[in-house]
């Protein structure tokens, strides 16, 4: 059975600074692997999707790796703003099943300005 | 294209009472999935339907929940006879074909609150 796992839990930083959230997984037989974020009462809004044949995948000041290996990803967050305040979701396709999501239970980020 | 919607935002039943949740998917899409998340845990997959099938209801409770996506219209769960564990947000999310590569969104959920 996948289980994923997020940490911290939350993470409270100043504005500008260069963050790092982590996801851990414990079945390596993935097929993707979705980062999302969740804003307080709303929905999730799809981040970056890593395929498990790739690496790494990067959109604007967010940068996504994967591992399988140990399984591993990180999500990097660059020069963050208040704006990037919400809690960030990361979720496994796999164990079997190409459309089961299974999801950690997030990181809460606070940037304060 | 407005994306999945779901209906209504917020829902309050008493306990004993039915509800019933709505998800329209994104145009196009003809795959639909169904999430609980319970209040401090993480997003639990409940079902995933395609047009009139029932393909995956391995997270549903066995008792009082079910879901359809009929021909015609959105997609429905229907929980009966609610107690306060329900209370949780609701979330649908569709996919223009099965699984994260084809577009996989998410609505903005159903928030359930069981009195």
Not at chain 1, 11 to 40: H, K, M
Not at chain 2, 44 to 49: A, E, I, P, R, T
Not at chain 2, 68 to 89: M, W, Y
Request: glycine content about 10%; proline content about 5%.
């Amino acid at each position: 059975k996948q289980e994923v796992t997020q940490i911290p839990a939350a993470l409270s930083v100043p504005e500008g600074e260069n963050l790092v959230l982590n996801c851990s997984f414990t079945d390596s037989a993935i097929y993707n692997l979705q980062w999302f974020r969740q804003d307080p009462g709303k929905g999730l809004t799809s981040l970056l999707l890593i395929q498990s044949s790739q690496r790494e995948q990067t959109s604007g000041r967010l940068n996504a790796s994967l591992d399988k290996s140990s399984g591993r990803s990180t999500l990097y967050i660059a020069a963050s703003q208040p704006g990037d305040s919400a809690t960030y979701l990361c979720a496994i396709e796999g164990g079997g099943s190409n459309y089961k999501l299974t999801f950690g239970k997030g990181t809460l980020l606070t940037v304060n300005p | 294209n407005a994306g999945v919607m779901q209906n209504p935002r917020h829902l309050v039943r008493r306990r004993g009472q039915e509800a019933r949740l709505r998800c329209s998917p994104m145009k196009g899409h003809s795959h639909v999935y169904w999430y609980r998340q319970l209040p401090e845990e993480g997003l639990k997959f409940m079902v995933y339907l395609q047009k009139e099938n029932i393909i995956d209801e391995s997270g549903m409770p066995k008792e009082r929940f079910s879901a359809e996506f009929p021909k015609e219209g959105p997609s429905i769960l229907r929980i009966q006879q609610v107690v306060r564990g329900d209370s949780a947000a609701y979330f649908c999310a569709s996919s223009l074909n099965r699984g994260l590569n084809y577009g996989y969104t998410f609505g903005s959920g159903t928030r359930l609150t069981v009195v």
